[in-house]
C-alpha cells in the first residue's frame, strides 16, 4: 500500500497519521524547513482553484540540494510532492496529498542577468515583478504579462505555459524560456537549452531520455497532427517538440505543470519594450460581436487585444462605485487594444486608423498613462471580480480558460453562452480575444446537494463544445484537477496514450503531482465549496456581524477569497494597502487569503474559532481594512478578525489589552476628569513601566498625552457669525476630544469659514471603534446602537456628519451596517462625510493657496479602504501644494502596534513606505488624519503631523496647543 492510499481518510485514517509523523520528522531530519501544523495544511490545501486538498506537509527548500533532499524522502516512502509558487494556480495545479514544496519563500532570487544575450538566470520562487525590476536598468524586461504579475512565480508560469495579456508581442512562457535545471523524481539532474547554433540540447537523465523518444517514436503521426494547431493549445504535454526532428525538451517541459519533474533554475529571454503606448478601446454591441471582430484588429499589428463586457464592469460598479470604471466608447462589451512602437506619432496614426475602421459602434483613442493603468487595472483584477457572477453569487473557476482558434471566438462565446444559460447559470467572459483565448468564472449551484454533478455535467458539456471547435481546454492556466479528465473530449485515445507514455518515461512511480495530466482526478472530486457549510453545525446562527453582501453567511463571505492572492503583491504601485502584515513577514499566514483559507475550516467545522492555528494567523491582521477595498472578490479581513475574537472569547476571560486598549475611550474619560495626574502616571519610571505592562502596551511605545482640557468641555457652539449658516454635525470621536482637542478646533474654524454652523451631538457618543476591533461586539453593539439612534433624526432631515477620525467616520459609514443594520444605520451612513468630501461639495469654496508648501501625505487605511481618498487628492491639488502620496498603513493601526508581541512588526510596515519618505523629506510637512498614523510619526520619527483641517484652518496649521 503507497502513502497516497494511507493518507485518504476514506481508506485507512489511523495509518494516515502514523506516516505523516513519519515523512514530517524524516523531512526535519534531514535538515529541511517543514510547517505541518493544522494551520498551514489549512493555508495550502487550496490554490485559487475549486479544490481542497490538505497536504501531509509543506517544505520550504532554501536550494537545489534540499529540493534534492525532499525528493529523495518523497521516494523512500511513496509520498507525492508537488511544486508550488505563488499559489495562484487556478486549474488545482498547486495541491496535493503528499508534500507541497513552496519555492516562494526563499528559491526566489534572480541570480544573473545577461544584458547582450537578453537573459536571465532565476530561481523558481522568483516574482515575475522583482524578474522585471532587476532587469529594467539594462532596458529590457521578460516578454509574458499575466495578470498576477506582481505576485506569481516564474516557475509557476513554466508550469502553465503562462501567456498574459500581451502574447501578441511576445508570445508563451514556452517562446521566453532559454533552458532549464531539474531534478527527476528520481534524482537525477537534467539540464536544458540551446547551442550557440540554436540547437536544442538535453544532458544528464539519459534513460529518462531514451525512454521518452522511444515513445515519440510510437506516435509520430499524433504529434505531428494534433498538437500546435493554434497559438493557445496549451492542453495536454508539448510533445511535439519531443519529435526526433528537434527533440527540444526546454519547450517540452513547459507546461507541464510539475508533473515530470521538479524545477530548480530556468534561464529566460529578455525583450525590449517599445517606448510608446497607444491603447484603443473599441466598443460593441455585445461580446459576440467583439469577439468576432478580434482577428481584423489582430490584423493592425497589436501588442495585445483583450475582451471583456459589461456584465464584468457591472461586477466592479458595485464593489468601488462609479468612479471606478474610465469613461468607455458606446457599447456594452469593449476590446481594449494597445499599440506600440518607437515614434509616438507613428504610434498614434495607428491607433486612429484603428479607431477608424468600423469594427465596432463606437471607439476611443487613449494617450494619457495613467488612465491606460485604469483601463489595464479592471483587466488585471478580473479574475478576482469574477469571483461574484453578475447573479451576485459566488463564481468559481473550473472552466475559466478555454481557447479556440481565434476566427471562430465570436461563434464559440455564442454558443457558450447558450450552454451557461441552459444550466440556469450566469457568467461575465473576458480574456485575451487576440489569440482566441476566454477566462470567465461561473455560479456553479454548488450549495445545493447536487451542487458536483452539475458541475460534472456542466465541464463535460463544455469540454465537449470546445472539442467541438477543435479548441483546447486550456489557454494558459494548465488543465491541473480541472479538466484533465476532460482531455478525452479534445484529444484521440493514441494522444491520450502518448502523454502517458512520457509522464511514465519521467515519473514511472507517479511520484509528482499525481492526479494532473495522466490518470487524472476526477473533475469533481475534492471540491472544496461543495454543499452546505457547516458553520459550527449551523450556517448562519450565532453570528455577531450581519454580513449583509453575503445574505448573511460567514461561510460565503470567507469563501469570497479565490485565491488571486493580490494580498501578496506589493500593491504600493496601485495606491494599495493590502496586506501589510504580508509584506512585513512574507509568510503566507499573514496574507489575506492565508487568514481565508484558515477561516474556510473554521466554516467548515475543521478548526474551533479558538484554535490556536486561527489566533496565529489572525494575530498579525492589522485590521486596516485594506483588503475591503484592495481585493478584488471583496473580502473584508478586519470584519472577520473581529467575528474571530468574538466568538473566541465571548463571556471568557480576554487578553488584558481588551480591557484596557480595547476600552480606551472608557479610560481616556476617566483620565480626563485629571488629566495632569494621568499624564504624570505613565510617565514616571516604575509606575509607566508596570501600567504599560498591565495595559498590554509595549514598553518601546510612548503613551500620547491626554489634552488637559478635553474638546467637548471646552466647546459652545458655533460663533455668533456663523449661527445662520448651513447646520452641519461635527462627529468628535473620543480620540479627538481626549488626546488632540485641536483637531476639533480647527475643523470648527474650516467649517465655518466654509459657511456652515457645526454642531455637535446632544450626547457624549461613541462609535465602538475600540470594541469592534478586539472583538467585544455585544458592547460594541449597544454603543453603536445609540450612537446611530442619536444621529439619525439629523441624518434624515438632510443634515451632513462629518467625522474627524477616518477609523471611527468608517465605523459610521460600513461597520455600523455590519453591527446594528437598519434604516437608521442606512441613514448615518449614507450622510457621513469626511471634511474633503464636504468641502469638495460646498458652492463657493476655495481652497487655501499652499504653492510653495511640500507634503507627505499619509492616507489612513480606513479612509482608503472605506471612504476613499479622492475627494482629499483633489482638494490638496487645488491648492497648490507638492504631495508625495503615500500608499500602505503606516503600521500602528489603532490597538495593534502598541500591544505587547505586535512592535517589530509594526516597525516593519512603517518601514515600508512611511519611514522612507520621512527620511527622504526631512522639511516636509506631514499631513495624516488619522490618529494612530500622527502617532507612528512622533513614536518612530519625533516629527509633528497635522490633520487636514490643520492645514486648512484661517489661523494657521499650527495653531492653539490644546494639550
Known amino acids: 500500500?503507497?502513502?497516497?492510499?494511507?493518507?485518504?481518510?476514506?481508506?485507512?485514517?489511523?495509518?494516515?497519521?502514523?506516516?505523516?509523523?513519519?515523512?514530517?520528522?524524516?523531512?526535519?531530519?534531514?535538515?529541511?524547513?517543514?510547517?505541518?501544523?493544522?494551520?498551514?495544511?489549512?493555508?495550502?490545501?487550496?490554490?485559487?482553484?475549486?479544490?481542497?486538498?490538505?497536504?501531509?506537509?509543506?517544505?520550504?527548500?532554501?536550494?537545489?540540494?534540499?529540493?534534492?533532499?525532499?525528493?529523495?524522502?518523497?521516494?523512500?516512502?511513496?509520498?507525492?510532492?508537488?511544486?508550488?509558487?505563488?499559489?495562484?494556480?487556478?486549474?488545482?495545479?498547486?495541491?496535493?496529498?503528499?508534500?507541497?514544496?513552496?519555492?516562494?519563500?526563499?528559491?526566489?532570487?534572480?541570480?544573473?542577468?545577461?544584458?547582450?544575450?537578453?537573459?536571465?538566470?532565476?530561481?523558481?520562487?522568483?516574482?515575475?515583478?522583482?524578474?522585471?525590476?532587476?532587469?529594467?536598468?539594462?532596458?529590457?524586461?521578460?516578454?509574458?504579462?499575466?495578470?498576477?504579475?506582481?505576485?506569481?512565480?516564474?516557475?509557476?508560469?513554466?508550469?502553465?505555459?503562462?501567456?498574459?495579456?500581451?502574447?501578441?508581442?511576445?508570445?508563451?512562457?514556452?517562446?521566453?524560456?532559454?533552458?532549464?535545471?531539474?531534478?527527476?523524481?528520481?534524482?537525477?539532474?537534467?539540464?536544458?537549452?540551446?547551442?550557440?547554433?540554436?540547437?536544442?540540447?538535453?544532458?544528464?537523465?539519459?534513460?529518462?531520455?531514451?525512454?521518452?523518444r522511444s515513445v515519440m517514436g510510437a506516435h509520430l503521426a499524433t504529434a505531428r497532427t494534433e498538437l500546435d494547431r493554434f497559438g493557445r493549445q496549451v492542453s495536454g504535454y508539448a510533445a511535439q517538440h519531443l519529435l526526433p526532428e528537434r527533440f527540444d525538451l526546454t519547450q517540452a517541459l513547459v507546461g507541464s505543470e510539475g508533473t515530470l519533474g521538479v524545477i530548480t533554475e530556468a534561464t529566460v529571454r529578455l525583450v525590449v519594450d517599445a517606448?510608446?503606448?497607444?491603447?484603443?478601446?473599441?466598443?460593441?454591441?455585445?461580446?459576440?460581436?467583439?469577439?468576432?471582430?478580434?482577428?481584423?484588429?489582430?490584423?493592425?499589428?497589436?501588442?495585445?487585444?483583450?475582451?471583456?463586457?459589461?456584465?464584468?464592469?457591472?461586477?466592479?460598479?458595485?464593489?468601488?462605485?462609479?468612479?471606478?470604471?474610465?469613461?468607455?466608447?458606446?457599447?456594452?462589451?469593449?476590446?481594449?487594444?494597445?499599440?506600440?512602437?518607437?515614434?509616438?506619432?507613428?504610434?498614434?496614426?495607428?491607433?486612429?486608423?484603428?479607431?477608424?475602421?468600423?469594427?465596432?459602434?463606437?471607439?476611443?483613442?487613449?494617450?494619457?498613462?495613467?488612465?491606460?493603468?485604469?483601463?489595464?487595472?479592471?483587466?488585471?483584477?478580473?479574475?478576482?471580480?469574477?469571483?461574484?457572477?453578475?447573479?451576485?453569487?459566488?463564481?468559481?473557476?473550473?472552466?475559466?480558460?478555454?481557447?479556440?482558434?481565434?476566427?471562430?471566438?465570436?461563434?464559440?462565446?455564442?454558443?457558450?453562452?447558450?450552454?451557461?444559460?441552459?444550466?440556469?447559470?450566469?457568467?461575465?467572459?473576458?480574456?485575451?480575444?487576440?489569440?482566441?483565448?476566454?477566462?470567465?468564472?461561473?455560479?456553479?449551484?454548488?450549495?445545493?446537494?447536487?451542487?458536483?454533478?452539475?458541475?460534472?455535467?456542466?465541464?463535460?458539456?463544455?469540454?465537449?463544445?470546445?472539442?467541438?471547435?477543435?479548441?483546447?481546454?486550456?489557454?494558459?492556466?494548465?488543465?491541473?484537477?480541472?479538466?484533465?479528465?476532460?482531455?478525452?473530449?479534445?484529444?484521440?485515445?493514441?494522444?491520450?496514450?502518448?502523454?502517458?507514455?512520457?509522464?511514465?518515461?519521467?515519473?514511472?512511480?507517479?511520484?509528482?503531482?499525481?492526479?494532473?495530466?495522466?490518470?487524472?482526478?476526477?473533475?469533481?472530486?475534492?471540491?472544496?465549496?461543495?454543499?452546505?457549510?457547516?458553520?459550527?453545525?449551523?450556517?448562519?446562527?450565532?453570528?455577531?456581524m450581519a454580513y449583509p453582501h453575503d445574505d448573511g453567511d460567514l461561510a460565503q463571505a470567507v469563501h469570497r477569497c479565490t485565491g488571486v492572492g493580490k494580498c501578496r503583491a506589493d500593491n504600493s504601485a496601485a495606491g494599495g494597502v493590502m496586506c501589510p502584515s504580508y509584506l512585513a513577514t512574507r509568510e503566507e499566514k499573514d496574507s489575506t487569503r492565508g487568514r481565508a483559507r484558515v477561516l474556510q475550516e473554521v466554516v467548515r467545522g475543521e478548526l474551533a474559532w479558538s484554535a490556536p492555528e486561527v489566533h496565529d494567523a489572525m494575530d498579525l491582521c492589522l485590521s486596516c481594512k485594506g483588503c475591503a477595498s484592495d481585493c478584488p472578490t471583496g473580502i473584508d479581513m478586519a470584519t472577520y478578525k473581529s467575528e474571530v475574537l468574538h466568538q473566541t472569547y465571548r463571556r471568557r476571560l480576554r487578553p488584558r489589552s481588551h480591557y484596557t486598549l480595547g476600552r480606551l475611550p472608557f479610560w481616556a474619560r476617566i483620565a480626563g476628569l485629571t488629566p495632569r495626574l494621568a499624564n504624570l502616571a505613565v510617565r514616571l519610571p516604575l509606575v509607566g513601566a508596570v501600567a504599560l505592562w498591565l495595559a498590554g502596551v509595549d514598553r518601546r511605545r510612548s503613551v500620547p498625552a491626554f489634552a488637559r482640557r478635553p474638546f467637548r468641555r471646552s466647546y459652545v457652539g458655533p460663533s455668533a457669525a456663523a449661527r445662520g449658516g448651513t447646520p452641519v454635525v461635527l462627529w468628535v470621536d473620543s480620540f479627538s476630544d481626549s488626546f488632540d482637542p485641536e483637531v476639533a478646533a480647527a475643523t470648527v474654524r474650516v467649517l465655518e469659514a466654509a459657511g456652515y454652523a457645526p454642531r455637535l451631538p446632544d450626547d457624549r457618543l461613541c462609535c465602538g471603534l475600540t470594541w469592534i476591533t478586539t472583538g467585544q461586539l455585544d458592547a460594541a453593539r449597544k454603543i453603536l446602537g445609540r450612537t446611530v439612534a442619536s444621529l439619525a433624526d439629523a441624518a434624515r432631515a438632510g443634515v451632513p456628519i462629518v467625522g474627524l477620525e477616518p477609523s471611527c467616520t468608517g465605523v459610521l459609514r460600513s461597520d455600523a451596517l455590519e453591527l446594528v443594520p437598519g434604516p437608521d444605520a442606512e441613514a448615518v451612513a449614507a450622510s457621513v462625510r469626511t471634511l474633503a468630501e464636504l468641502l469638495t461639495a460646498t458652492p463657493g469654496w476655495t481652497a487655501p493657496d499652499l504653492s510653495g508648501t511640500t507634503l507627505v501625505a499619509q492616507p489612513h487605511c480606513h479612509h482608503h479602504a472605506v471612504m476613499g481618498w479622492q475627494a482629499d487628492a483633489d482638494l490638496l491639488a487645488a491648492t497648490g501644494a507638492t504631495v508625495d502620496r503615500l500608499s500602505g498603513c503606516c503600521g500602528l493601526a489603532g490597538n495593534f502596534g502598541v500591544e505587547i508581541g505586535h512592535y517589530d512588526v509594526s516597525v516593519a510596515v512603517a518601514g515600508q513606505q512611511l519611514l522612507p519618505a520621512l527620511d527622504a523629506a526631512p522639511d516636509a510637512l506631514v499631513l495624516a488624519d488619522g490618529f494612530s498614523c500622527r502617532t507612528q510619526v512622533a513614536d518612530l520619527r519625533d516629527r509633528p503631523a497635522v490633520h487636514l483641517a490643520q492645514l486648512l484652518d484661517p489661523a494657521g496649521p499650527h495653531a492653539g496647543d490644546g494639550a
Not at 532554501?62 to 486549474?91: C, F, Q, W, Y
Open 275 to 544: 517606448p510608446v503606448r497607444v491603447v484603443v478601446v473599441l466598443g460593441f454591441d455585445d461580446i459576440v460581436a467583439a469577439g468576432e471582430a478580434a482577428p481584423s484588429v489582430v490584423e493592425h499589428g497589436p501588442t495585445s487585444c483583450e475582451g471583456l463586457d459589461s456584465r464584468l464592469l457591472s461586477v466592479l460598479r458595485a464593489r468601488r462605485g462609479e468612479g471606478a470604471v474610465p469613461p468607455l466608447p458606446r457599447g456594452t462589451a469593449w476590446l481594449f487594444v494597445e499599440l506600440a512602437g518607437d515614434e509616438r506619432a507613428d504610434v498614434v496614426d495607428r491607433a486612429e486608423r484603428l479607431a477608424a475602421a468600423g469594427l465596432g459602434v463606437d471607439s476611443l483613442v487613449v494617450t494619457d498613462p495613467l488612465t491606460q493603468a485604469r483601463l489595464w487595472r479592471i483587466r488585471e483584477d478580473g479574475a478576482g471580480m469574477a469571483g461574484r457572477s453578475p447573479a451576485d453569487r459566488p463564481a468559481w473557476p473550473g472552466w475559466e480558460d478555454a481557447a479556440v482558434p481565434p476566427h471562430m471566438l465570436g461563434s464559440y462565446l455564442a454558443r457558450f453562452d447558450e450552454l451557461v444559460t441552459s444550466y440556469g447559470m450566469t457568467s461575465a467572459p473576458f480574456g485575451h480575444f487576440g489569440d482566441g483565448c476566454m477566462h470567465v468564472r461561473l455560479d456553479y449551484p454548488l450549495d445545493r446537494p447536487d451542487g458536483t454533478a452539475v458541475l460534472r455535467a456542466f465541464l463535460t458539456d463544455a469540454a465537449r463544445l470546445v472539442g467541438e471547435y477543435g479548441g483546447s481546454l486550456s489557454g494558459e492556466h494548465g488543465d491541473g484537477r480541472a479538466r484533465s479528465e476532460l482531455l478525452p473530449h479534445m484529444y484521440s485515445a493514441d494522444a491520450i496514450a502518448m502523454f502517458g507514455g512520457i509522464k511514465h518515461a519521467f515519473d514511472p512511480t507517479n511520484l509528482l503531482n499525481p492526479g494532473v495530466l495522466v490518470d487524472p482526478d476526477p473533475v469533481d472530486a475534492d471540491v472544496r465549496v461543495a454543499g452546505s457549510f457547516p458553520l459550527a453545525r449551523g450556517g448562519r446562527t450565532g453570528l455577531a
Open 1 to 212: 500500500m503507497t502513502t497516497g492510499e494511507l493518507l485518504d481518510p476514506a481508506l485507512d485514517p489511523a495509518p494516515g497519521a502514523d506516516v505523516a509523523a513519519d515523512v514530517a520528522g524524516r523531512l526535519r531530519r534531514a535538515g529541511l524547513e517543514v510547517r505541518d501544523d493544522a494551520g498551514t495544511r489549512a493555508m495550502y490545501s487550496s490554490d485559487a482553484s475549486l479544490y481542497r486538498i490538505p497536504p501531509l506537509a509543506v517544505v520550504r527548500p532554501r536550494d537545489a540540494d534540499e529540493v534534492a533532499a525532499a525528493l529523495a524522502v518523497a521516494r523512500a516512502t511513496g509520498t507525492p510532492i508537488t511544486s508550488r509558487g505563488a499559489g495562484t494556480s487556478v486549474a488545482g495545479n498547486a495541491v496535493g496529498r503528499g508534500i507541497v514544496l513552496d519555492f516562494s519563500r526563499h528559491l526566489g532570487r534572480v541570480l544573473s542577468v545577461d544584458p547582450d544575450a537578453r537573459t536571465a538566470v532565476v530561481e523558481p520562487g522568483t516574482v515575475h515583478a522583482v524578474l522585471q525590476r532587476a532587469v529594467a536598468p539594462h532596458g529590457v524586461r521578460f516578454g509574458p504579462d499575466p495578470s498576477t504579475h506582481p505576485r506569481c512565480t516564474i516557475g509557476g508560469m513554466i508550469g502553465n505555459n503562462a501567456c498574459g495579456s500581451r502574447s501578441l508581442a511576445y508570445g508563451r512562457t514556452s517562446d521566453n524560456v532559454a533552458g532549464l535545471r531539474l531534478l527527476t523524481a528520481a534524482g537525477d539532474v537534467v539540464e536544458t537549452g540551446y547551442d550557440a547554433s540554436g540547437t536544442p540540447f538535453a544532458r544528464g537523465a539519459d534513460d529518462v531520455l531514451a525512454g521518452v
